[in-house]
């Protein structure tokens, strides 16, 4: 029997772990697989072991995992597949796959341009974005970041979209507003890449409080959250992963075609 476990970050914000889980929530209901439970890879319960133990205890004989998160780094590379190989010593019986984040998709770009847009200041030609990533030592995370921003100027057709981290990798926040507060641009739009609230939204609320000046404005936009595009991209990733398992015979027989209803 086929399950899905989805991974999720975890927080020490209740709101940030409950927006999560309605996120899942409202997809798993569009989604025809009979098994299908969520995890946290920290500060919050179940945590990976106890979400595929839950999986194999309900009667998955195949278990497609997927990263509810935003880039592929520590948490993609190392965090997810050390668990995964215990839950496989654990379970030997047990098919187990992990499937890609949400990674550089047009459709997170087109989340950033609402999220720019909804804010009850214009954007016009004095303007610029700055769009803040989480960070990590990762040097992928900096290239992906890159490339979501160049895809966001394209679509934007700005000159330059400028990028900054909350931690772990430069160009720093600090660096990032230093360069944003000596630029020839008047207003800029702060867009945080993060997926919910939490501490590093705080942050970078308490960097921008007293920011502007009669000359120069800064537009803290909101954080992604979990847009309805963050769905259907999610629904690209479990149909990728749970289609790769049922080619190799390693699923029940239940064609990838009809995993979704009315996407």
Do not use: W
């Amino acid at each position: 029997m086929q399950a899905i476990l989805y991974v999720c970050h975890g927080s020490r914000i209740i709101k940030a772990c409950q927006e999560a889980a309605a996120f899942i929530d409202r997809c798993k209901t569009n989604i025809d697989i009979p098994i299908q439970e969520i995890s946290f890879i920290e500060l919050a319960e179940p945590d990976i072991a106890k979400g595929i133990d839950t999986c194999v205890n309900k009667g998955a004989t195949s278990i497609a995992v997927i990263p509810v998160l935003l880039l592929a780094a520590g948490h993609v590379k190392h965090d997810i597949p050390e668990e995964v190989a215990k839950a496989k010593q654990r379970y030997p019986h047990i098919d187990i796959v992990i499937g890609d984040p949400f990674g550089v998709h047009e459709k997170m770009v087109q989340i950033l341009i609402e999220r720019i847009a909804e804010q009850s200041v214009p954007f016009a030609d004095d303007a610029t974005v700055l769009l803040v990533g989480r960070g990590s030592s990762d040097p992928d995370i900096k290239r992906d970041l890159q490339k979501i921003a160049y895809l966001l100027q394209e679509k934007m057709r700005l000159s330059r979209v400028e990028i900054c981290f909350l931690a772990a990798a430069h160009p720093s926040l600090e660096e990032g507003l230093h360069r944003a507060l000596h630029s020839e641009y008047k207003k800029i739009f702060v867009v945080p890449y993060l997926l919910f609230t939490g501490v590093l939204m705080e942050k970078l609320k308490k960097k921008l409080k007293n920011l502007s000046t009669s000359d120069k404005q800064f537009i803290l936009c909101n954080y992604l959250g979990y847009h309805p595009l963050l769905q259907e991209v999610l629904y690209e990733r479990v149909n990728k992963l749970v289609s790769q398992q049922y080619k190799n015979g390693l699923t029940h027989k239940c064609l990838p075609s009809r995993t979704f209803h009315n996407i």
